[in-house]
C-alpha cells in the first residue's frame, strides 16, 4: 500500500486529525502522507468525503462508456448532502424506491462537516417538561426579519426541527452525538450536540449511510442531476443525469432539488467579477461540486429564480482555513494588514466578516498579515471587558495579558507538533512551506519580494503605520488604539490571507411544504431544500440575516421535503 492525496483534497483537516501515527502533514499548499510513517490503517480513506486518498500500487480504473440508462423509481433526490440523505431516508421508510443522485465521488455534500443541529421541541425537551415554544419562536423570526419571512413556512420549520430529531432518535443511536442541557443564553433545557468535535454532521451522515442501505435506496455517486423533464401539465416526469460513462434518464414523479451552496457556481462568478478572480485557497466550504446546478436545472426548466435571495455569507480574511500554529497568527490583530499593491486597506481590529468584505476588492482578493519579531513573540492583547452597570458587582478585572509575562505562547506547525513562536522557528518554517504562505525576511525589501507586493509601497505603508502607533491613533482606518504596535524589530515575517466565505445560499423559493414555486404557483411534483432555497433568511445587501443555521436548515428542510411528499405520493 502506497497512499497519496490526490487534487481532490479539499484541506478539511478530518484524515490529519484522525491519522493514528500523524502521517499526515500540510505544506502549505497540499495534504501529504509521510510513507515511512503511514501504518495502512485506511483511517483517512474513510473519512475522507472527497475520495481524495489514492493507492499508487491499486490505480483506480476509468469508468467504461455505456448506452443511455433508464432508471425507474418513485422519488429522486439530486445532491446526497444533509438534506438529500434526509429525505431520501424518509421517504423510503414507506416502502417507496428512492435514488439518490449525487455527483462527488462519495455521499456527504458540506452536511458531513457542519457541526451544529439544533434541534427544538423534541420529545426529550417535552419528557423532562420543557414547554413547546413553537409559536414563540415563530414571532420571533418574523420580528427578527422585519415580517419578511413566510410565517407558515416558519411554523412548519420550527415544528419539524423536533419532528426531525424525533425521527433520528428511531433509528440512530443519537446519544452518542447529542445531549439535553441547558443552553447557555437562558438556562432552559435544549438538545445539543455534545462533543463539538464530533459534529452533528459526520454523525448523522455516517449513520444515514447504512440506513439508507438496509432501505435499499440506490445511491449514483459521480452521477449529476442535469436536468427535468416535465410533462405538458408542468409536472415532473423524469430527472437526466449523466455519470462518467454516459447519460441516464430516471422516470420519477417526484423530485428533490438539493444541490448545496452556489459557492462554485459560474452564476456567482458573473454576479460578482471580484469573486471570479479571487485568488482562493481551496478549503473544505469550497467543495468543487458545490455548482449551485440545482438552479441551473429549475432554470432550464422555465422556473424564475430568485435572484435577490442569493446572498454570499463572508466569514472573514483567513491564513488557511482550519490550520492552526503559525497561520492562527495571521489572523492577529496587532499586526498590520497590507495588499499585493503594498498597501494597508483595512482596520485590522474589525470583525472578520467586515474585513471580507472589503478584502473581496483588493487585488485577487489576497492580503498578507504582517508583523514585526516583538509582535510574533508576544501575545494579542485584549480588550477590556465591558463596564459593569451601576449596581453590578461585575467579576474580577481581567488581566492584560500584554506583554505576555510567561514567555513565548507556542503554536502548532502541524495540529499535533508544536513549535515556539520565534523567529528562527518561524524562518524554518517558511523555507519548509514555501508558496508565499509564510514569509520571513531580514529586510522589508525583501519581505516585499516574498510576498510579491512592492518594496516601497510596503515601506511607505509600515512608516506611515508606525507613526499612527505613535500618534495613539488611526485616523486612517479607525483601529482600536489597544492593537496599535509599530513594526521595528527585524526579522519581518508575513502570512498570506485568503477570502473565506460559509457559502452562497438562495435562489429557489419554495411554498411552506418545501415545493418549488414557478412561474404559475408550485410545480407539481418537484421539491427543494437546503443551501438553494431561499425563506429562512432576510438579505440585506448581502448581510444575512438568519433565524435557523445552515444545517440544521438543510436537515428540517429535507424532512419537511419528505412529509410533503409523502402526502402527495
Ligand atoms: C466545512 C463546512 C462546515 C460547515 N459547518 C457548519 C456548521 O457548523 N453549522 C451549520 O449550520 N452549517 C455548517 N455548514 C453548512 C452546512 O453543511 C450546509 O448548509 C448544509 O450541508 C446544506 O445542505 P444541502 O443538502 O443543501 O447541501 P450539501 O450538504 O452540501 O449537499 C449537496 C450535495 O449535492 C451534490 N451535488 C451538487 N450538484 C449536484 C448535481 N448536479 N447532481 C447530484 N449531486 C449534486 C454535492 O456534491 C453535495 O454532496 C458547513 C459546511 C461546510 C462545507
Ligand atoms: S479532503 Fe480532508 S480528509 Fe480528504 S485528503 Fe483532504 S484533508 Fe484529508
Ligand atoms: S492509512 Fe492510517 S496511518 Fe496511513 S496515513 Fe492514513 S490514517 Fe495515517
Redesign the pocket.
Known amino acids: 500500500m502506497s497512499l497519496f492525496i490526490n487534487d481532490s483534497c479539499i484541506g ?1 483537516t478530518f484524515c490529519q486529525n484522525e491519522c493514528p501515527v500523524m502521517a499526515i502533514s500540510y505544506d502549505g499548499d497540499h495534504y501529504q502522507i509521510a510513507p515511512d510513517i503511514c501504518i495502512g490503517c485506511g483511517t483517512c480513506s474513510r473519512v475522507c468525503v472527497m475520495d481524495a486518498i489514492e493507492d499508487s500500487e491499486c490505480p483506480r480504473l476509468p469508468v467504461p462508456a455505456h448506452e443511455k440508462q433508464t432508471l425507474e423509481c418513485d422519488f429522486c433526490v ?7 440523505l434526509v429525505a431520501a431516508a424518509k421517504v423510503a421508510e414507506s416502502g417507496k424506491k428512492v435514488i439518490v ?4 465521488r462519495k ?5 458531513y ?4 443541529l439544533t434541534p427544538s421541541n423534541t420529545q426529550w425537551e417535552k419528557d423532562a417538561g420543557v414547554p413547546e415554544n413553537i409559536e414563540e419562536r415563530v414571532a420571533r423570526a418574523m420580528a427578527q426579519t422585519e415580517n419578511k419571512l413566510d410565517p407558515a413556512l416558519m411554523k412548519n420549520l420550527f415544528t419539524s426541527l423536533g419532528g426531525v430529531f424525533d425521527w433520528l432518535c428511531s433509528w440512530a443511536p443519537v446519544e452518542k452525538c447529542f445531549a439535553l442541557s441547558p443552553n447557555p443564553f437562558d438556562g432552559a433545557l435544549s438538545v445539543g450536540t455534545k462533543d463539538q468535535s464530533y ?1 452533528s ?1 459526520k454523525f448523522i451522515t455516517t449513520h444515514i449511510l447504512p440506513h439508507l442501505e438496509k432501505l435499499g435506496v440506490k445511491i449514483l455517486t459521480e ?4 436536468g427535468l423533464e416535465l410533462s405538458s401539465d408542468g409536472s415532473v416526469q423524469a430527472v437526466l443525469a449523466r455519470d462518467p460513462g454516459g447519460e441516464i434518464r430516471i422516470a420519477c414523479g417526484t423530485c428533490l432539488l ?4 452556489l459557492i462554485r457556481s459560474e452564476r456567482i462568478r458573473k454576479m460578482i467579477p471580484e469573486f471570479a478572480t479571487a485568488d482562493v485557497k481551496r478549503y ?2 469550497d ?1 468543487p ?3 449551485g ?2 438552479l441551473t436545472i429549475a432554470e432550464e426548466a422555465g422556473i424564475p429564480l430568485n435572484q435577490d435571495s442569493i446572498v454570499l455569507a463572508f466569514v472573514g480574511c483567513m491564513p488557511v482555513a482550519y490550520e492552526e500554529g503559525p497561520f492562527k497568527q495571521g489572523e492577529r490583530k496587532d499586526a498590520i494588514r497590507i495588499n499585493l499593491e503594498g498597501k494597508r486597506w483595512v482596520n485590522e481590529s474589525a470583525g472578520g466578516k467586515d474585513m471580507a468584505e472589503k478584502l473581496l476588492y483588493q487585488p485577487k482578493a489576497v492580503s498578507y498579515t504582517v508583523m514585526d519579531s516583538s509582535i510574533l513573540e508576544s501575545r494579542e492583547p485584549k480588550p477590556a471587558p465591558p463596564a459593569c452597570a451601576p449596581g453590578d458587582p461585575g467579576g474580577p478585572p481581567m488581566m492584560m495579558e500584554f506583554p505576555y509575562p510567561g514567555g513565548v505562547p507556542d503554536f502548532a506547525v502541524t495540529r499535533k507538533e508544536k513549535t515556539p513562536a520565534n523567529a528562527e522557528a518561524f524562518r524554518a518554517l517558511s523555507g519548509k512551506i514555501g508558496h508565499g504562505t509564510l514569509v520571513c525576511a531580514d529586510t522589508l525589501e525583501e519581505l516585499a519580494a516574498g510576498m510579491g507586493a512592492d518594496a516601497s509601497a510596503l515601506k511607505k505603508s509600515i512608516e506611515e503605520y508606525n507613526a499612527i502607533c505613535s500618534a495613539g491613533m488611526d485616523a486612517a482606518f479607525g483601529k482600536d488604539a489597544i492593537y496599535l504596535r509599530p513594526l521595528v524589530r527585524a526579522p519581518y515575517f508575513a502570512i498570506r490571507n485568503y477570502l473565506y466565505l ?2 452562497v445560499f438562495g435562489g429557489l423559493n419554495i411554498t411552506p411544504g418545501m415545493q418549488v414555486v414557478g412561474a404559475n404557483g408550485p410545480v407539481p411534483g418537484l421539491y427543494a ?4 432555497t431561499c425563506g429562512r433568511y432576510t438579505n440585506d445587501l448581502m448581510h444575512k440575516t438568519e433565524v435557523i ?4 436548515w ?1 436537515i428540517a428542510g ?1 424532512y419537511m421535503a419528505a412529509e410533503s411528499i409523502l402526502k402527495a405520493l
Open positions: 478539511c439530486v445532491g446526497g448532502g444533509a438534506a438529500g443522485l449525487e455527483k462527488n455521499p456527504g455534500g458540506g452536511g462537516f457542519a457541526v451544529g459534529g454532521g452521477t449529476a442531476g442535469t438539493c444541490t448545496g451552496s473544505a466550504h467543495m461540486t458545490l455548482t446546478d440545482g460559509d457559502g431544500a437546503g443551501d438553494i443555521n445552515d444545517y440544521s438543510a429535507g
